[in-house]
């Protein structure tokens, strides 16, 4: 099977699997809030003496919206809205921590959004150090946050340093301007140029980039471009993400059609381009969409077995205890998930009533974390192994069909992604989710794998 078939055969409808199982799966109807509290007491303990735990902090603002863009946003050009969020999320912390009964070793914080640097670098400031304060912090760390670069000052990055950031991701998508223009986010490369050097002056030791493939009239050419003028700036890590077409769930998706879109067979060229380039480069492909120079420690990570993936992304540390805090954020404590509420009026009443305001969630079954550790795996290290009569026929059935096309090389009780699999390890994850083959409805909610 060639290329252009092994695409159409495999852009379906696909999870990303930053979870299992995916937030669709879910059986809220299960799920109770003092289940949550419960799993929260019981497993906090544990993780905290053996790791320490991950925090997520969601900030949802941005001044305009970027219509690619699948995240969870709130657009408005008042930052009178900052404090009182910033006391809600910490309010929220503080219910947390009554939960924990010992304070935190902190080993891992990200601010994600919407856009962190909406946000005066002064108030974030206050917001770090009320969290942090109530914390224990270990010698080694992983603080991050990201950056719009036309909003991201130098004073942003010198607060953000001194409490511990040591990675910054700049949210580059394209440089082509008319690419920029029809997702609403234009940005000079002079203001990623003075972010990327500011960051560095600091003492950022990781500066990172985010692009994406397969937005609305992209082309090979301004792909390359764009790709050419990255290299140039030489971040440390790249994300190259697909772009999720989504428009049933982000409307702001209808501000072009399908006809702006490049096809299936192009977006793949698009990404097999970008990746070939980062590659001659010095650049190693890390996990699914991810690429990182041969010192970075996410680049080490997977060569030592240690790459882990959460609702963050790749990580090089495993915790296995994270709590999400602000709107619609995630948290897991390795056997429940729980997602906040999505509307910044919802998260504000519930925390003014001292309420934890997730309102779903999801207890992991015993089978769910045999296929968590599965998808991991694959995600993680391109390969997993399994005993002996553990495996459901259609799951083999699937794996079966997987390594009929090249994808996997496939053993009694193992497989190996191939390096053409690499490219399709959505799919191969999928081959594992049993709930996403249960679950018609769930399908579509997703976007396609390629």
């Avoid at 990055?157 to 008319?178: A, C, H, M, N, P």
Wanted: proline share 4%; charged share 20%.
């Amino acid at each position: 099977m060639n290329s252009k078939q092994l695409v159409q055969k495999y852009n379906v409808p696909c999870p990303r699997y930053t979870s299992y199982p995916t937030v669709p799966s879910w059986n809220t109807a299960a799920f109770k809030k003092v289940q949550w509290e419960y799993e929260v007491r019981s497993n906090f303990a544990h993780a905290n003496k053996n790791g320490g735990i991950s925090l997520y902090i969601h900030l949802p603002f941005c001044e305009s919206l970027c219509t690619y863009c699948g995240c969870n946003t709130r657009i408005t050009v008042n930052h009178a809205v900052e404090m009182p969020y910033i006391k809600a999320v910490l309010k929220e912390w503080k219910l947390y921590l009554n939960l924990f009964k010992e304070k935190p070793v902190l080993t891992e914080l990200h601010l994600g959004g919407g856009t962190p640097t909406f946000f005066n670098p002064k108030n974030l400031e206050f917001l770090i150090r009320s969290i942090i304060w109530d914390c224990i912090i270990p010698e080694h760390t992983s603080y991050s946050f990201e950056g719009h670069p036309n909003n991201t000052t130098e004073g942003h990055l010198k607060v953000l340093y001194e409490l511990g950031f040591r990675r910054v991701s700049f949210g580059i998508q394209d440089f082509e301007r008319r690419v920029q223009e029809i997702i609403n986010r234009v940005q000079p490369i002079e203001n990623v140029i003075r972010v990327t050097e500011q960051a560095r002056t600091i003492g950022y030791t990781s500066v990172n980039y985010d692009l994406v493939y397969g937005l609305p009239l992209q082309t090979i050419e301004s792909i390359t471009t764009t790709i050419e003028k990255v290299i140039e700036l030489k971040p440390d890590r790249i994300a190259f993400y697909s772009y999720a077409h989504v428009p049933w769930l982000k409307p702001g998706q209808r501000k072009y059609t399908e006809a702006d879109l490049p096809a299936d067979a192009y977006k793949r060229e698009l990404y097999t381009t970008g990746q070939a380039m980062f590659e001659r480069a010095g650049y190693e492909d890390i996990g699914m969409d991810h690429f990182a120079l041969p010192d970075d420690e996410l680049t080490l990570a997977a060569k030592t077995g240690k790459l882990h993936r959460n609702f963050m992304g790749y990580t090089a540390l495993h915790t296995a205890f994270s709590i999400g805090l602000g709107v619609s954020a995630i948290s897991d404590t390795w056997g429940a998930f729980a997602q906040n509420v999505k509307t910044v009026e919802d998260y504000q009443k519930l925390i003014a009533q001292d309420i934890i305001p997730i309102f779903k969630g999801h207890l992991l079954t015993a089978e769910d974390l045999k296929i968590r550790t599965h998808i991991l795996s694959v995600m993680c290290e391109y390969k997993t192994q399994w005993k002996k009569g553990e495996l459901s026929d259609n799951i083999l059935v699937r794996l079966k069909d997987l390594e009929a096309d090249g994808l996997i090389q496939l053993k009694e009780n193992s497989l190996a992604v191939t390096l053409v699999g690499m490219g399709f390890l959505r799919n191969i994850c999928m081959a594992f989710d049993l709930r996403y083959w249960s679950d018609q409805v769930a399908k579509v909610q997703f976007s396609k794998a390629v």
